[in-house]
């Protein structure tokens, strides 16, 4: 089941977030617009008139179309079933360990949802977006040679074929899936020991601050 929390906040229209998808993703406009046409066709996007009155989007619809992009870049009809199997994966690590860490999704978006992958990863985007000048978001990071704010590692990990997420933010990892019991682990259910090709997918902080920015500039 896909939780429908959005998350509020600065929202970009539907083009501009095609535009910046694209750009983040290095890919084509058409294939980042064929894969929010394929979502918002299943529902799980915000829909509206097109023109002046177009509906503003919002993290959410950013985090569902990038899962999507992530995955393959050119999903097409998959795009559907990957925001559903993979959006919806259950936060698997809850009990931490987060706390003094000022570089955590807690600390810096305390309102914020994040039962699900998709919930956690707009809420990503959405700290990039509004908090870049955050006193805790340029003490994760570092200065470059020339002065200017390199922005805090993260990544954001997805293994498609095991239904399962991370995302990594300095020094803390968040998981999403449904987490392997003891007594019911094999060796070819452990990408250590199992035969045949394993995909892992992943985007840097680049992408996100990339997305961010199209959130940052429509507020503008």
């Not at 970009?12 to 980042?32: C, F, H, S, T, Y």
């Not at 950013?62 to 899962?67: D, E, K, M, S």
């Not at 990071?141 to 590692?153: E, F």
Request: charged share 25%; hydrophobic share 40%; proline share 6%.
């Amino acid at each position: 089941m896909i939780i429908r929390n959005l998350i509020d906040g600065p929202h970009v229209k539907n083009g501009q977030l095609k535009q910046k998808m694209a750009e983040a993703m290095r890919i084509p406009e058409q294939p980042a617009e064929v894969t929010m046409r394929i979502i918002r066709e299943a529902g799980l996007m915000t829909t509206g008139p097109r023109g002046v009155n177009a509906p503003h989007m919002t993290y959410l619809d950013a985090a569902r179309t990038l899962i999507a992009q992530i995955v393959e870049d050119n999903p097409g009809r998959r795009a559907e079933a990957y925001v559903k199997e993979i959006g919806s994966l259950p936060w698997g690590n809850p009990a931490g360990p987060f706390d003094g860490d000022s570089f955590t999704l807690q600390a810096l978006h305390p309102a914020a949802s994040l039962q699900t992958f998709e919930q956690a990863l707009a809420a990503m985007i959405e700290v990039f977006a509004t908090l870049r000048q955050d006193p805790r978001m340029i003490e994760a990071g570092t200065r470059k040679r020339g002065g200017d704010w390199q922005k805090p590692l993260c990544t954001v990990e997805i293994w498609p074929s095991d239904h399962w997420a991370r995302i990594y933010m300095g020094s803390v990892h968040y998981d999403f899936g449904n987490l392997e019991l003891a007594h019911t682990w094999a060796p070819e259910k452990d990408e250590r020991f199992r035969l045949g090709r394993q995909a892992r997918c992943f985007i840097n902080q680049e992408v996100i601050a990339c997305l961010a920015d199209g959130f940052a500039e429509g507020e503008a």
